[in-house]
């Protein structure tokens, strides 16, 4: 590799999108953690800007590092890494902090590396998903959102099946932020083992709608799908100012407000900036109201492909297929990357 800095950036994220629990995830503008890479004597790892001294700094530590050291597992790659770690993304707010890390993490090794790429993009997947798996849990939709942007679908991890598509660019996104902190594993601890059949039913419709809708441009009809019957109503009573941010949505005419992951931050749908501007302000205003502060954040869906340029032809629409094989061990073999028709 070169001797001078290798970087790599990773958007912020939000999955579940209400009823899409572990399967749906969007990219989103504005906020983003860098990973720099060099190659050094020994392994070293630094963590610098939001949230940095509430995050892991040891090379083994942080899901930066422990991606690194799975990557290097993966690919029989030896060489010892200097690691610079730049928060942009606040931590325990739903935003996708940790995955955007590892995508982060992932993509500078590949760019290092490029005998690395052999992995293919589905085990690329399989292997950075051991960053998340140390902090908040074995799930892909945040790390799959912030390796290929836009809206993704995953419909299995083993083999790996995910789709990729962009957003139309009219919808934009209302966040209230707030400043609580709640931990992803804590959130998902609580969930329940079993679903009735009448929620189940309506969570995977709403889900069907809502990735229409997405596509289409319809906010509107967005956000009548954000309601979920399966995470949603166990994690709330969690959130203090849940309930009041929630009124002040349905007051300010929002079609649907739903968690940004497993929360603190909490989201809605808009047609464009000026009424997420109004509605992020409302929903900050009942955070306020049960005596939370609350930030608002205004953006639309990143359509970019933070893994472009790395795998040829991607493309803007397609769905990465993996065989089965362990996340760490030998090269395996190339993901299957097939284009979506329009």
């Not at 949230?51 to 090379?59: K, L």
């Not at 289409?216 to 979920?228: H, V």
């Not at 603190?264 to 109201?289: H, I, K, N, Q």
Request: aromatic share 6%.
């Amino acid at each position: 590799m070169a001797t001078g800095w290798i970087r790599a950036r990773a958007p912020a994220t939000i999955a579940n999108l209400g009823p899409g629990f572990d399967v749906f995830a969007l990219a989103i503008r504005g906020l983003a953690d860098e990973v720099a890479v060099r190659p050094a004597e020994h392994d070293s790892l630094r963590v610098q800007g939001v949230d940095a001294a509430d995050i892991p700094s040891t090379f083994s530590g942080n899901t930066a590092g422990i991606v690194i050291e799975a990557l290097r597992a993966a690919t029989g790659i030896t060489q010892s890494l200097e690691v610079r770690v730049t928060k942009g993304i606040p931590s325990g707010r739903g935003l996708g902090s940790s995955a955007a890390s590892c995508a982060a993490a992932a993509l500078a090794f590949l760019r290092a590396f490029p005998k690395s790429r052999d992995l293919g993009i589905a085990g690329v997947l399989r292997t950075a998903v051991e960053g998340e798996a140390a902090v908040s849990g074995r799930h892909y939709d945040n790390l799959a959102a912030a390796l290929l942007g836009g809206f993704v679908t995953l419909g299995s991890s083993e083999p790996v099946l995910v789709s990729r598509i962009p957003v139309n660019p009219r919808i934009a996104l209302a966040i209230a932020i707030p400043r609580f902190v709640l931990r992803t594993a804590d959130m998902r601890g609580i969930l329940p083992s079993v679903v009735p059949l009448r929620d189940g039913v309506s969570n995977v419709g709403h889900a069907a709608i809502l990735a229409l809708a997405l596509a289409r441009g319809d906010s509107a009809l967005a956000g009548r799908c954000l309601e979920d019957r399966f995470a949603e109503p166990v994690r709330a009573p969690s959130l203090p100012g849940y309930a009041e941010a929630r009124s002040a949505s349905q007051r300010a005419a929002a079609p649907g407000f739903a968690l940004c992951g497993s929360g603190s931050s909490v989201f809605a749908f808009a047609p464009d900036r000026t009424v997420a501007g109004d509605l992020a302000e409302a929903m900050c205003d009942g955070f306020r109201s049960a005596g939370q502060a609350a930030s608002p954040f205004v953006t639309s869906v990143d359509n970019r492909v933070p893994i472009a340029g790395l795998f040829p032809a991607l493309g803007r629409r397609f769905y990465v297929l993996g065989g089965r094989g362990p996340a760490v061990g030998a090269l395996g073999r190339p993901s299957r990357i097939s284009p979506i028709e329009a």
